[in-house]
């Protein structure tokens, strides 16, 4: 329970929960849109949060790629690359819990090439 609890509030290592998170991403968007986006990234949440809090040994969604996700969402520059973000992530969420997907394909370059977002500025 306290992994759930981590995921949405945050920890000591990582101090953005996904809650934190959810909000910076829809403020973005226009009023008209704040509820559909919203509903995704909650829903979206769910889904990782339901896989990230299991043991180490048998999750797919390790922290390295949470982490990844998370820096997408938050330096993603408008709606159209949050939306994108949210589409790509949960399109790469399902895809690594079917195992059509291999962890080692979800990377930086990956999602700056896709969302046009340049995640850590060439660091």
């Keep these: ?33 704040k509820n559909a986006a919203r509903v995704k990234i909650q829903q979206l949440g769910a889904l990782i949060a339901a896989e990230w809090a299991k043991h180490n040994d048998i999750r797919l969604i390790d922290t390295r790629i949470l982490a990844l996700w998370g820096s997408v969402l938050q330096l993603a520059t408008d709606s159209t690359q949050r939306s994108a973000g949210i589409e790509l992530i949960g399109l790469d969420a399902n895809g690594l819990l079917s195992r059509s997907l291999a962890k080692s394909a979800v990377t930086e370059a990956r999602y700056a090439s896709l969302l046009g977002i340049d995640l850590f500025d060439g660091f």
Excluded at 3 to 31: H, K, M
């Design 1 to 33: 329970m306290s992994w759930v609890v981590n995921f949405y509030q945050g920890s000591l290592l990582y101090p953005t929960g996904w809650l934190e998170i959810e909000e910076r991403v829809v403020v973005g968007f226009a009023d008209e849109d």
